[in-house]
């Protein structure tokens, strides 16, 4: 059996659009897919998923981006939807009533069909009109609102017996966990049949959700953060090899003539085995100064987390944090110590970091942690600054920069903005970065790389 021309050309296309997300899939894995897809064949569309998955999936946080592309290109059907019933809702309102039954029933099959009719009847938008037409999965669930069913469906499971006061709480838990699988039903069917209308490709480059570790810091949603929070632990062992690699490297020094020249003589004179002076490994100390305001702190809590997460590569590590004030929080990101779901929650009700409005004053925070913990900085220290260098229109105070860099092993400036953004309103990024190096770090993919090129060895 060989794959159909027309499946060739199909999975050629997924694999580019995987390739466009992110997800490194090459001419191997592409080769393996397609001789999943000749085993498998297509009559199981879920064994076709978990068949392609295992061939082109090759790391974790990556399986939501493959599915949603896997629906695009391979959909469960054209067209509008087909219902398996006798008398469809006609309107929002009868519905929302057979959205409550198949919630209530847990009926897959019915959830399926529903969402799709939802997208017809309530998701259109302009269709037929011109070119801006489509179909949103937004305006649907807004219309919808299945997220208030909750009340209505717990009823009709009492009343069928499938739950009771005492269960209340697990009961409204799975309500819960079944109308976000029907939201993300509803997300499927709306890219799908935008899809028929734009075409695949423009539908996968902009509606599809990046991956947690391409999703930029300022733009992360709460639940995205937490993803990310759950990889700290995966990501640091990767990043700890590599950096133990570098240093396995580096410990080796200049040539030492006098023994290279010795072990010559065995071999005619001639070096073929040149001899090195090692050098004494000496772990670094690694300093944190982080941005705790706004949509910032997500990204300074993230990378506080990582780097604690690595400890044990270096011989110190020392955190502080600062909105308008400056206070030491290394006590809060220790071992044992540190919750990642309340760390942000933690830093700004029990460190000194907020001292008039929560909005960030670089200047004063700089001020203070050079008149208080200068000492803290040495000759092994390097210093990584967390924030997005948005001054509110405060005096920056290069000053305590320069004094953090005349006394520092290196300083490093990660900001988690776009560059094109570096100087525009109260922007202080480009003077701060004539001073030290700035580098762009808006997503957990981008923070990996620079941790593992820019932290000493």
């Known amino acids: 059996m060989t794959a159909a021309p027309g499946l060739t050309g199909r999975l050629a296309e997924?694999?580019?659009?995987?390739?466009?997300?992110?997800?490194?899939?090459?001419?191997?894995?592409?080769?393996?897919?397609?001789?999943?897809?000749?085993?498998?064949?297509?009559?199981?569309?879920?064994?076709?998923?978990?068949?392609?998955?295992?061939?082109?999936?090759?790391?974790?946080?990556?399986?939501?981006?493959?599915?949603?592309?896997?629906?695009?290109?391979?959909?469960?059907?054209?067209?509008?939807?087909?219902?398996a019933r006798e008398n469809p809702p006609q309107d929002r309102e009868e519905l929302r009533e057979a959205l409550a039954a198949a919630l209530a029933e847990g009926d897959d099959q019915a959830l399926d069909q529903l969402a799709g009719l939802a997208v017809d009847l309530l998701g259109q938008y302009g269709v037929g009109t011109g070119p801006g037409g489509g179909y949103s999965a937004h305006q649907t669930l807004d219309r919808l609102q299945p997220q208030t069913l909750i009340a209505q469906v717990l009823a009709a499971m009492r009343a069928a017996g499938a739950a009771d006061e005492f269960t209340d709480r697990l009961t409204r838990d799975e309500i819960r966990r079944r109308v976000e699988g029907f939201r993300g039903?509803?997300?499927?069917?709306?890219?799908?049949?935008?899809?028929?209308?734009?075409?695949?490709?423009?539908?996968?480059?902009?509606?599809?959700?990046?991956?947690?570790?391409?999703?930029?810091?300022?733009?992360?949603?709460?639940?995205?953060?937490?993803?990310?929070?759950?990889?700290?632990?995966?990501?640091?062992?990767?990043?700890?090899?590599?950096?133990?690699?570098?240093?396995?490297?580096?410990?080796?020094?200049?040539?030492?003539?006098?023994?290279?020249?010795?072990?010559?003589?065995?071999?005619?004179?001639?070096?073929?085995?040149?001899?090195?002076?090692?050098?004494?490994?000496?772990?670094?100390?690694?300093?944190?100064?982080?941005?705790?305001?706004?949509?910032?702190?997500?990204?300074?809590?993230?990378?506080?987390?990582?780097?604690?997460?690595?400890?044990?590569?270096?011989?110190?590590?020392?955190?502080?944090?600062?909105?308008?004030?400056?206070?030491?929080?290394?006590?809060?990101?220790?071992?044992?110590?540190?919750?990642?779901?309340?760390?942000?929650?933690?830093?700004?009700?029990?460190?000194?970091?907020?001292?008039?409005?929560?909005?960030?004053?670089?200047?004063?925070?700089?001020?203070?942690?050079?008149?208080?913990?200068l000492d803290a900085v040495g000759p092994r220290t390097s210093v990584l600054i967390l924030g997005d260098a948005r001054t509110n229109g405060g005096d920056p105070n290069l000053e305590a920069v320069r004094a953090i860099r005349s006394r520092a092993r290196h300083v490093h400036w990660l900001n988690p903005e776009r560059r094109s953004l570096w100087g525009t309103g109260d922007s202080a990024a480009p003077d701060y970065a004539e001073l030290v190096e700035m580098h762009e770090c808006r997503n957990a993919q981008q923070l990996g790389v620079l941790v593992t090129r820019l932290l000493p060895t």
């Open 14 to 83: 997924f694999v580019r659009a995987l390739r466009a997300q992110g997800i490194p899939a090459g001419p191997g894995e592409t080769a393996d897919a397609a001789a999943a897809l000749e085993v498998l064949g297509l009559d199981d569309r879920e064994l076709v998923r978990e068949g392609l998955a295992a061939a082109l999936v090759r790391r974790g946080g990556q399986r939501t981006v493959f599915d949603a592309a896997f629906d695009l290109y391979f959909p469960a059907g054209v067209g509008a939807p087909e219902l």
């Open 185 to 373: 039903r509803v997300r499927t069917e709306a890219r799908r049949r935008a899809a028929e209308l734009r075409g695949r490709e423009r539908i996968a480059k902009h509606a599809i959700a990046p991956a947690a570790d391409r999703v930029d810091f300022l733009l992360a949603s709460r639940t995205q953060l937490a993803e990310l929070r759950r990889t700290i632990q995966p990501l640091s062992r990767k990043l700890a090899t590599r950096l133990a690699a570098r240093r396995k490297r580096t410990t080796r020094g200049q040539i030492d003539l006098r023994r290279t020249l010795r072990r010559s003589l065995s071999t005619g004179g001639v070096p073929l085995r040149p001899a090195y002076r090692h050098r004494r490994p000496g772990r670094p100390e690694i300093i944190l100064l982080c941005d705790l305001s706004g949509s910032v702190a997500g990204f300074a809590n993230f990378t506080m987390l990582l780097v604690q997460a690595l400890r044990d590569q270096f011989s110190k590590i020392r955190v502080f944090g600062f909105v308008d004030s400056t206070d030491e929080v290394t006590h809060l990101v220790d071992t044992g110590a540190a919750d990642p779901e309340q760390l942000g929650a933690r830093m700004l009700s029990e460190a000194a970091v907020v001292r008039w409005d929560g909005h960030s004053d670089y200047g004063r925070a700089l001020g203070q942690f050079t008149a208080h913990w």
